[in-house]
């Protein structure tokens, strides 16, 4: 894996900035822009999830993990993300 000791990123903890709703039943990994606010990293949807939206994919910053046990999650609740954007600078948990 061209010679990282790391494999799997790392997650960190994000603030949702709107609600966002699932279908309980399974985990659910969504597309997300993040920012910093005062408080630590914010997590906004990057737009349409569906899979054939390649320009959300392109957005996105980091897949917030959304476990399979809950529906809703409110604005403001703390999720867990995981990076895509190597060059988004996120300091370690």
């Keep these: ?5 790391r494999i799997i990123a790392p997650t ?3 603030t949702l900035t709107e609600e ?3 279908k309980p ?3 659910h990994f969504l597309r997300v822009t993040l920012g910093k606010g005062k ?3 914010l997590a906004t949807s990057s737009g349409n999830q569906e899979t054939g939206i ?3 994919m392109i957005q996105a910053d980091g897949l917030a993990l959304l476990p399979a ?3 809703v999650f409110a604005a403001g609740e ?3 993300v995981h990076i895509l954007n190597h060059n988004f600078e996120m300091e370690e948990a």
Excluded: E, F
């Design 1 to 5: 894996m061209m010679g990282r000791t």
């Design 69 to 71: 046990d809950k529906s």
């Design 12 to 14: 960190y903890k994000a």
């Design 39 to 41: 408080d630590g990293y």
């Design 20 to 22: 966002i709703r699932k």
């Design 25 to 27: 039943g399974r985990l």
């Design 78 to 80: 703390q999720i867990d």
């Design 54 to 56: 390649v320009r959300t």
